[in-house]
Structures are given as structure tokens and as C-alpha cells.
């Protein structure tokens, strides 16, 4: 039975790497290579919904400003790899700086909120989100760093094996254009992410974060060192936004401080609420779904209106987060818990509803 199930594991994986390997190239030639480009972005955005889920999905400890943790990831990229100071470091040096200095951030906010939790943590948290972002912004005098709200453009791509990512390629009689080449490259480092993600959560460090996030007094109480997995949450959680921001600002080739607005932030935190939170499964497909159904509502309304209508009553992109805004309320309203919940996360809900039952 046990062998059974393993087989069956297993070629579940091997055709779901099939399927991910050849997603570009059926998605490309039905949609187009901007199809492509959103998938691109999708994968970063598992990235970054995977590294706020450890913090607010395994430790539960609720964090409004982790886009300024992508934003200093994007920017070390951008310093350290355009013309802007005349440097040109490889990928391999600068993303992991980028994610190191992330992590650095990550527990320079984690360190003054460690007494805090609920909605003065969120308060907090969307402050320094805040404060990074207009820093980006005002950082261009005396000295000029980021280039203040003019953004830091020209930047390098990634190179890998002498390969330009930033240019099309030939390989085996196929003609690979740069969304394709990028596609891969996120979707190794993705799947690093995750596996990452399912080792800690499996780990002591995740029952640790577990029994914080459940009572931290109780968790105290147990012997666990509540300061120091506060701060591997925040330092763990950013390194992943680290590495994600540095891959946005290759695959742009421009980056600034509009990119990392709070509206992003919510963005990530709603994906892992949607998907289920505390569930790496269910985190990946709030991601996928929130990065992909709001460009299927852009493509959908505007010619929806003109041939139902003959003329555009609502501004697409209005309408568009319109209807966004109306689904996150009814799937919170019908399926709090999110679509792939995890299991303790279900049985709560569950044992919350039988509670209210009773009562009523």
C-alpha cells in the first residue's frame, strides 16, 4: 500500500514537472508571449507569498510592510548592476547580497517589535514598509542613490553560463525569447523556495513557530526562545523576498519606489489568506490565482462592455478591481479558512463554527 502511494507521488511529480516545463511554450503560442510575462511574475509572487507565509502563515505574526523587504532585494540588484554607479556584478553576487541585506532589514524590524503582536504589529510593520518605500523615493540628494522617483533604469539581466537572459536564443532548432529563459530561472529558484519552506515547516524551528503562533506565554512556558524565532521568522521570511526582489529588478531592467507600494503588501498578505494560510499548497495557488484572474478580468471587461453595451461605461481597470474586491469578500464570507487550508487551520474553523452552532 505504502509503495503504491509512493508511485503514485511520484508520477504525480514527474508530470507535474513535465507540465511546468512545457507551460511556456503552450502558453505562449495560445495566448502570446505576454501570457508569459505573467507567469513570469506569478512565480515571483509564489516566492514572495512563500516567504510572508513564514511569518504570518507559521509564526503568525501579522506583517503589512514585507514589500520593503522585495524593494531593498530589487535595489541592491539595481546598485550593483547597472550604469547608475558604474557597476556590473554577476547575478550569483548580487541576489544573494539582496537577500542577505533583506534578512538584515528583516530583523532590524523584527528586533523593537518583539513585545508587540495583533494589530499594533501591523501597525508597525506598515510603517516600515512605508518608511522604505519614501526613502527609495528621497534618496537621490545630496548624494544621489536610488535616483529618487525617477527609478534606476538600463539595468543588467542575468547571465548564466554566459547566457544573456535578456536576449533571445536558438537552442536545439527552438527559438527561446527572454520571458521563456526568465520563466525557468524563477521556476528553479521557486522550487528551492518551497522545498525550503516545506523543510522548515516540518521542522523544529516550524513546531516552534507553530506553538508561537497557537500561545505565546504557553510556547515561553515550553522552553522556546520567543526572541530569537520571532526574528529567524522576520529574517527567513525577507531572505525569500530578497531573492525575489533582485530577480524583479533583472527582469524589468528598470525598478522604483511605485513598485513597492503598501497595495502590494496587501496584495501578497490577501494571496496567502485566499490560498489558505500555513499551507505552502494552498499560499502557491492564492498566488497564482490573484496574479493571473485580475489580468483575465482586464482583457475580459473592456470588450465585454463595448459589445454588450456599445460603449465603455466603467474604466477596465476600476471594474476590474471591482469585481476583484466583490470575489475576496464572498470567498471570505463562503470559505474563510481559504481554498487549500491546512489541516489544523480547517479543524479551528470547523471546531469555530460548531461553537457559534451551539450557541445559536
Known amino acids: 500500500m505504502t509503495k503504491a502511494l509512493d508511485s503514485k507521488k511520484l508520477g504525480l511529480f514527474i508530470a507535474c514537472g513535465i507540465a511546468l516545463c512545457v507551460l511556456p511554450f503552450v502558453v505562449g503560442g495560445a495566448l502570446g508571449n505576454s501570457w508569459v510575462r505573467i507567469v513570469d511574475f506569478a512565480l515571483l509572487y509564489v516566492m514572495l507569498a512563500l516567504g510572508l507565509n513564514i511569518v504570518v502563515g507559521f509564526a503568525g505574526l501579522l506583517d503589512l510592510g514585507f514589500i520593503a523587504f522585495y524593494a531593498v532585494g530589487a535595489y541592491t540588484y539595481a546598485l550593483l548592476s547597472s550604469p547608475h554607479f558604474g557597476i556590473h556584478w554577476p547575478f550569483y553576487v548580487t541576489i544573494p547580497l539582496g537577500a542577505l541585506f533583506a534578512a538584515f532589514f528583516g530583523v532590524l524590524l523584527g528586533t523593537p517589535v518583539l513585545r508587540l503582536k495583533g494589530d499594533y504589529l501591523a501597525i508597525v510593520t506598515l510603517g516600515f ?134 497595495l502590494e503588501s496587501i496584495m501578497i498578505l490577501a494571496m496567502i489568506v485566499l490560498g489558505g494560510m500555513g499551507n505552502i499548497a494552498g499560499v502557491i495557488l492564492g498566488a497564482v490565482v490573484l496574479t493571473i484572474a485580475p489580468e483575465i478580468l482586464r482583457d475580459v471587461i473592456g470588450p465585454l462592455q463595448m ?53 445559536g
Open 129 to 262: 514598509g512605508e518608511i522604505v518605500r519614501i526613502f527609495m523615493n528621497n534618496l537621490n540628494a545630496p548624494i544621489n542613490i536610488t535616483n529618487g522617483p525617477q527609478g534606476i533604469n538600463l539595468i543588467d539581466p542575468i547571465h548564466v553560463a554566459g547566457v544573456d537572459l535578456g536576449t533571445p536564443i536558438s537552442l536545439f532548432g527552438l527559438n527561446l525569447p527572454p520571458v521563456y529563459l526568465y520563466y525557468y530561472l524563477f521556476l528553479a529558484l521557486t522550487v528551492l523556495v518551497v522545498i525550503m519552506a516545506s523543510r522548515l515547516q516540518h521542522s523544529r524551528i516550524g513546531r516552534a513557530w507553530v506553538a508561537l503562533r497557537e500561545d505565546q506565554v504557553a510556547a515561553s512556558a515550553m522552553g522556546i526562545n520567543i526572541r530569537n524565532i520571532k526574528l529567524l521568522a522576520f529574517a527567513l521570511g525577507a531572505l525569500s523576498g530578497g531573492v525575489a526582489g533582485g530577480l524583479f529588478s533583472a527582469f524589468q531592467g528598470f525598478v522604483s519606489p511605485e513598485s513597492f507600494s503598501l
Open 307 to 359: 459589445k454588450t453595451m456599445g460603449r465603455m461605461l466603467i474604466d477596465p481597470e476600476n471594474a476590474r478591481m471591482l469585481l476583484f474586491g466583490i470575489a475576496m469578500v464572498v470567498m471570505m464570507l463562503v470559505r474563510p479558512e481559504g481554498m487549500l487550508p491546512s489541516k489544523r487551520r480547517k479543524a479551528e474553523f470547523k471546531d469555530a463554527k460548531d461553537a457559534a452552532a451551539q450557541k
